[in-house]
């Protein structure tokens, strides 16, 4: 591969280290209430793919929108999402991100790019597609990223959208995150053609696939489509594996221990930029050890902190719902 590591600063790799450890450990600090009960609903852990969220928001711009899944941790702090805000919305608390009102799947903050997570599996597609609509016709300088899991690939809602993105020219781009399960499904019983980036062909748009734990390529992957001069649709398929269950109620039996420890021994995202901070930019393994502690210890502030803020009061119940 092209080592991009020649033309990154230390202190921008070292940006993006931190980023992924603070999804990492966001997310483990997150299964420990979860795992003591203190979360209300079910929970999408990120833990895995953080190279994905990390390297694609890198390269945006503030007023470039994402709009994410039902596993959305990683891409809301990927686009510089308040933690303690999060914290505080998956306790249900009215300093949450949503007022504590919207859970897990619905982490938003329009002011910073971030359209928000969605429960409906393919439900971004059409969102997405309206606002990069939008985007062209006002003739702005910025793009829309549009994140989704293998799975929802086979929805009709994705089938649309790529037509109408490759017909109109949008600018769009689709980040498939394939993790190669959708659920307790595995991809080759549900897709007779399982290279993702091959769907983009039969709309006419660029399909690219990548590996999505080496943030060097994810990140330069996009760099490269972003300054581009004309603005064209592309699908981006990064590959990737889930290190946690589905959701909070997954017992995994459809996938060996053994597959799991593959993936988490050898494909670590995280361990894959240790790997290189200390061989090619000289970092020690003393000072990545200290910026995790340091990270950890601050998320682990941040939660305690939201975990006792207060609930919101009865009559936030129902503002903005509409009957
Ligand atoms: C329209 C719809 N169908 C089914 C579900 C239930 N559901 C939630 S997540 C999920 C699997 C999604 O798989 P994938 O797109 O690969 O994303 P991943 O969970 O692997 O990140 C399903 C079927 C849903 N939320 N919405
Ligand atoms: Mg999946």
Same mark, same amino acid.
């Given at each position: 591969m092209l080592m991009e590591k020649d033309i990154l600063k230390k202190s921008h790799v070292l940006t993006f280290y931190q980023e992924m450890l603070k999804i990492r450990f966001f997310e483990d600090i997150l299964d420990d209430y979860n795992q003591q009960g203190q979360i209300h609903g079910t929970i999408h852990l990120y833990n895995g793919q953080e190279a994905i969220a990390t390297g694609i928001c890198q390269a945006l711009k503030q007023d470039d929108l994402v709009l994410s899944t039902h596993r959305n941790h990683g891409h809301a702090i990927a686009k510089g999402v308040d933690t303690y805000q999060m914290f505080a919305e998956m306790f249900g &608390? &009215? %300093?949450? %991100?949503n007022g504590g009102r919207g859970g897990s799947m619905h982490i938003s903050n329009h002011s910073l790019g971030f359209i928000g997570g969605n429960g =409906? @599996?393919?439900?971004n597609f059409p969102i997405a597609l309206g606002l990069a609509q939008a985007i062209k016709m006002k003739g702005e300088k910025r793009i829309v990223v549009c994140f989704s899991g293998d799975?929802? %690939?086979?929805?009709g809602t994705f089938h649309e959208a790529m037509n109408i993105a490759a017909l109109w020219q949008l600018p769009i781009i689709f980040v498939i995150e394939?993790?190669?399960?959708a659920m307790s499904s595995p991809i080759e019983k549900m897709m007779?053609?399982?290279?993702?980036?091959?769907?983009?062909n039969n709309y006419g748009m660029k399909g690219i696939r990548i590996n999505g734990n080496n943030v060097f390529e994810v990140f330069q992957t996009m760099q490269n489509l972003v300054h581009r001069e004309a603005f064209t649709p592309v699908l981006i398929e990064a590959q990737t594996y889930r290190? &946690?269950?589905?959701?909070?109620?997954?017992?995994? @039996?459809?996938?060996t221990d053994d597959e799991v420890s593959f993936w988490k021994n050898y494909y670590d995202p995280i361990e894959h930029m240790e790997e290189a901070l200390m061989s090619d930019?000289? =970092?020690k393994k003393d000072a990545l050890e200290q910026l995790k502690q340091k990270i950890y210890g601050e998320l682990l502030v941040e939660a305690q902190r939201a975990f006792n803020d207060d609930a919101p009061e009865m009559e936030e119940l129902t503002r903005n719902i509409y009957a």
């Open positions: &608390k &009215k %300093t949450g %991100t =409906i @599996v393919g439900g799975g929802a %690939t086979n929805e394939n993790n190669q399960y007779s053609v399982p290279n993702l980036s091959l769907r983009a290190f &946690k269950g589905h959701s909070r109620s997954d017992q995994e @039996v459809y996938r930019y000289d =970092i």
